[in-house]
């Protein structure tokens, strides 16, 4: 078991570019989650996903989007990145009762100039 | 307003020794409290679980504690280790709209000194 993997784990941008961060789960979780973690505060939520071919919206949702096509991956996009979406994000996913854990990727950094 | 306060902000102590981190919410309504993890450069990883009505859960040398009624969480940690350094972030999950929600603090971080 791999768990939660995130491609990639470091990414520089320039303002306006745009680019898909992965994350993928073998653990057959039906709900998943996009976070971002910013120096002294806590994470936000993004978006999040109850099962294949639902998103929803999360705390912080504007200038991103989100695909679930399939179980196992759940794909944030920023169609034109700013900087102030510099931030390390964090990908997560739970079986779906409220009693169990959310399992974390390793996280993504990304830097936007 | 749904809030997770944590404290200290930070916290620095000698290989061996104990500490407390405190968690303070508001959150309502309740359904559980984690508390997390987090090494430099990882994701969060989960410590324990607490519901309702338990108040006192333990994992090694964690020890999480919950008093529902003052809406307040510790973790204590016996017996420092090095590999202790980390930050521990508490999270209280609530539910709505038919699905659960989480509120994250900020976190502690704990620097194990040799």
């Known amino acids: 078991n791999a768990g939660v993997t995130q491609t990639p784990k470091f990414r520089v941008l320039k303002t306006g570019q745009s680019m898909t961060l992965l994350c993928a789960q073998d653990?057959?979780?039906?709900?998943m989650y996009w976070y971002r973690q910013d120096p002294g505060m806590g994470l936000r939520l993004i978006h999040y996903?109850?099962?294949?071919?639902?998103?929803a919206k999360g705390e912080v949702p504007d200038g991103y989007n989100v695909s679930r096509l399939k179980k196992q991956n759940f794909l944030l996009g920023l169609e034109s990145a700013a900087p102030s979406q510099t931030s390390v994000y964090f990908c997560a996913s739970r079986r779906q009762a409220s009693s169990y854990e959310q399992y974390f990727g390793p996280g993504t950094r990304l830097t936007v100039t | 307003k749904n809030q997770v306060e944590q404290s200290p902000q930070s916290l620095i102590i000698l290989e061996g020794k104990n500490c407390t981190l405190q968690?303070?919410?508001?959150?309502?309504?309740?359904?559980?409290l984690r508390w997390y993890k987090q090494d430099t450069g990882r994701g969060p990883v989960s410590l324990t679980i607490?519901?309702?009505?338990?108040n006192t859960k333990s994992n090694g040398r964690y020890t999480a504690t919950l008093d529902a009624d003052t809406k307040q969480s510790s973790l204590h940690i016996t017996a420092s280790q090095l590999s202790d350094s980390a930050s521990y972030i508490c999270v209280v999950s609530f539910p709505t709209s038919g699905t659960y929600k989480y509120i994250f603090g900020t976190g502690t971080r704990l620097k194990v000194l040799a």
């Open positions: 996903s109850v099962g294949e071919g639902t998103t």
């Open positions: 653990m057959n979780h039906e709900y």
């Open positions: 968690c303070n919410y508001t959150v309502s309504p309740f359904s559980n």
């Open positions: 607490m519901t309702f009505s338990e």
